[in-house]
């Protein structure tokens, strides 16, 4: 009997061995793809920015300058510091910062912990700057298809854009990411080391 006690012991320590590195691994395995999950629609709205700063530029001076910080596990975001419409200088950096500050207040009465909302601060900004691209180039024409992506609890949610469309032009998801990742790599060259940058209209284009 003792020896059959012994036995099964071993036997369930065994099993909560395996349990325990099985559930280690499955942990491991979901923050390895939720990680990978924001770096795709991160890189996307990289891509989305491109696209749309492009359409933008057709039309009007642009100026970027350079980002709060270097993006290591993404793509680097573009930092738009204005555009110049008939004469008029539209502050988009300005205005996302401003709607950045309310959506912090509004998170903390909402009693989201304060680390918690500096951290969705960045979120936000990326999420406030696209929508304004997009309400820009709306009033230019411009027809887009979107899908909404939903946010944690109380937290900005984000629209994927699927389409864009004015006329004969129209470009898909998959030209989104090609052209998109394209435009962004030629904008950061466009401001290389300098502080900031005016891009006359014209310089950028989809094509």
């Known amino acids: 009997m003792q020896m059959q006690s012994t036995l099964y012991k071993k036997i369930e320590s065994s099993v909560d061995s395996i349990e325990k590195s099985t559930q280690s691994s499955l942990k491991l395995h979901t923050e390895s793809r939720i990680r990978s999950d924001f770096r795709n629609i991160r890189n996307y709205q990289v ?22 910080k270097k993006a290591n596990v993404f793509e680097q975001i573009v930092r738009i510091q204005s555009i110049v419409v008939e004469n008029d200088v539209i502050d988009i950096e300005e205005f996302c910062d401003q709607r950045c500050k309310e959506r ?10 304060m680390k918690t909302a500096k951290r969705r601060i960045e979120t936000n900004r990326v999420n406030e700057m696209l929508f304004v691209l997009a309400d820009f180039l709306t009033e230019y024409s411009f027809e ?8 944690k609890k109380k937290t900005l949610k984000g629209e994927t854009v699927k389409k864009i469309a004015s ?6 998801e998959r030209e989104i990411r ?10 950061l060259g466009l ?7 005016v891009i006359p209209r014209g310089t950028i284009s989809v094509f």
Do not use: C, H, R, W
């Not at 090609?178 to 904008?187: D, L, P, R, S």
């Not at 401001?191 to 940058?197: E, H, I, N, T, Y």
């Open 191 to 197: 401001l290389g080391k300098q502080a900031k940058v």
């Open 104 to 113: 912090f207040a509004l998170d903390l009465k909402n009693g989201v912990p």
């Open 178 to 187: 090609t052209k998109g990742k394209e435009i962004n790599k030629k904008t």
């Open 167 to 172: 006329g004969n032009f129209v470009i898909n």
């Open 47 to 68: 891509y989305e920015q491109g696209v749309m700063l492009a359409l933008l530029n057709s039309m009007f001076d642009i100026t970027i300058k350079q980002p709060l």
């Open 144 to 151: 887009f298809t979107t899908k909404v992506v939903n946010g």
